[in-house]
Nanobody, 129 residues
Framework: VQLQESGGGSVQSGGSLTLSCAASGRLTSSWCVGWFRQPPGKGREGVASIRRPSYTSDLRFYAKDVKDRFTISRDNAKNIVYLQMDSLTSEDTAIYYC????????????????????WGQGTQVTVSS
């Protein structure tokens, strides 16, 4: 499984960005795909995740501080997972990574970095006030 992020950049506070994570390899919609970020000088933290168990619709999970501002979605035909980020603040400045896991122990809900074995290279998001 290979993952490639794109869509990062610089934006003013209050603005929006959409990140994309293009996946290749044996990843399917049943896999958990998560977005993480690493702010300057801090550790990596989970932002959002998505998974589609068999015969159900997508399950989406969000960190508390982004739940009402970020939206994760996927295009299964293109094997791309998106992260729409609205109402951005300087606190959202970070390197953003996407990651994938075939079977995270939490079922995708806790968005913990140690549950994901495949990672992209990251894309920088900078929000200026």
């Amino acid at each position: 499984v290979q993952l490639q992020e794109s869509g990062g950049g610089s934006v003013q506070s209050g603005g929006s960005l959409t990140l994309s994570c293009a996946a290749s390899g044996r990843l399917t919609s049943s896999w958990c795909v998560g977005w993480f970020r690493q702010p300057p000088g801090k550790g990596r933290e989970g932002v959002a995740s998505i998974r589609r168990p068999s015969y159900t619709s997508d399950l989406r999970f969000y960190a508390k501080d982004v739940k009402d501002r970020f939206t994760i979605s996927r295009d299964n035909a293109k094997n791309i997972v998106y992260l729409q980020m609205d109402s951005l603040t300087s606190e959202d400045t970070a390197i953003y990574y996407c990651a994938a896991s075939a079977a995270p122990s939490s079922g995708c809900s806790t968005i913990r970095p140690d549950e994901f074995g495949y990672w992209g290279q990251g894309t920088q998001v900078t929000v200026s006030s």
